[in-house]
């Protein structure tokens, strides 16, 4: 089949990895830099244009969209969907999964466990946002950020008040979220690839920073999941729409909590550390589900 990677690094472990296990199993592979492609739009002649020429014969798209450049991404995205080829992750998908608030609000719609969350902007009645989510410490967050920038843990109400009235000067939307106490510096995640966790886990930080992304210094190390997480990180995935995915949960003394479910996680870390195969999987994945014709998006928000 002939496969394109959507990818601003081709040097990136996860492009890297995808692209060779592809031509492993004997497909063409392309990895494309989206932000140099463009559009050209009439009617019933959606093309996409790469260094000067159309974009032909794409039978799946693997989108690998940097968060900076969403809105742009996902536009090429729709650009192949238009065309009806199968991609891994849809449009619609990433621009959801990249907004924090409306990734929330679905997760909990499906009954997944998440912390407790309150989503603001002009409101200056800080006390009460931070008795609503079970008062300080407290996880304050830009309501779109990526690898663990945007977040702040204010540990006291004073803290969290001074935090919130910036964002608030600022005309900036935040996330107020509650801190899980017994998980602190610590999560689980779990690489989902169509419905099934084909990798977990932990990651820990180095220090006394609360936030354990691999990106900000944090270090990984196989995990096994409960049933329950197994469970959770399913669910969570669906609710987002996204066959293959990341996500990134808690274990709290209520279980399981969803932080995140990311449409373009990176495979590096539990790939190298599980040794699982976690690219090749994703691949026959996408053959097998290119071949069965596309899927429509189901989830109306």
């Given amino acids: 089949m002939n496969i394109v990677i959507l990818s601003k690094g081709p040097k990136n472990y996860t492009t890297r990895r995808l692209q060779e296990a592809a031509v492993e199993r004997g497909h063409n592979v392309r990895v494309i830099n989206y932000a140099k492609c463009y559009v050209t739009l009439e009617k019933n002649n959606p093309v996409v244009v790469y260094n000067g020429e159309e974009v032909k014969n794409v039978d799946i798209v693997?989108?690998?969209i940097a968060q900076s450049l969403t809105k742009y991404g996902s536009s090429i995205v729709r650009q192949f969907e238009m065309q009806n080829v199968f991609t891994t992750a849809s449009s619609i998908a990433i621009v959801r999964s990249r907004d924090k608030l409306r990734s929330m609000q679905l997760l909990s719609k499906a009954g997944i466990g998440i912390p407790k969350t309150v989503f603001a902007r002009e409101t200056a009645e800080f006390?009460?946002?931070?008795?609503?989510?079970?008062?300080s410490p407290v996880i304050i967050k830009v309501a779109r950020g990526t690898h663990g920038n945007g977040v702040v843990l204010a540990e006291t109400k004073k803290a969290a008040k001074a935090v919130m009235q910036a964002f608030y000067v600022e005309g900036v939307n935040f996330l107020v979220q509650e801190f899980i106490e017994e998980s602190a510096g610590t999560d689980i995640r779990a690489l989902v690839v169509n419905g099934k966790v084909v990798a977990a886990i932990e990651r820990k930080s180095l220090d006394d920073d609360f936030r354990s992304n691999t990106h900000q210094g944090g270090v990984g190390r196989p995990v096994r999941l409960s049933d329950e997480e197994k469970r959770t990180a399913q669910k969570a995935a669906?609710?987002?729409?996204?066959t293959v995915c990341g996500v990134d949960m808690m274990r709290s003394d209520r279980g399981p909590l969803v932080l995140e479910v990311n449409s373009s996680a990176s495979i590096k870390t539990p790939e190298l550390i599980t040794k699982y195969d976690v690219a090749g999987q994703i691949i026959d994945y996408a053959v097998q589900a290119a071949k069965a014709g596309r899927r429509k998006?189901?989830?109306?928000?």
Avoid at 127 to 135: A, T
Avoid at 238 to 242: S, V
């Fill in 127 to 135: 006390e009460n946002v931070i008795e609503r989510v079970g008062g």
């Fill in 297 to 301: 998006d189901k989830i109306g928000a």
């Fill in 62 to 64: 693997i989108p690998r």
């Fill in 238 to 242: 669906r609710a987002m729409g996204l």
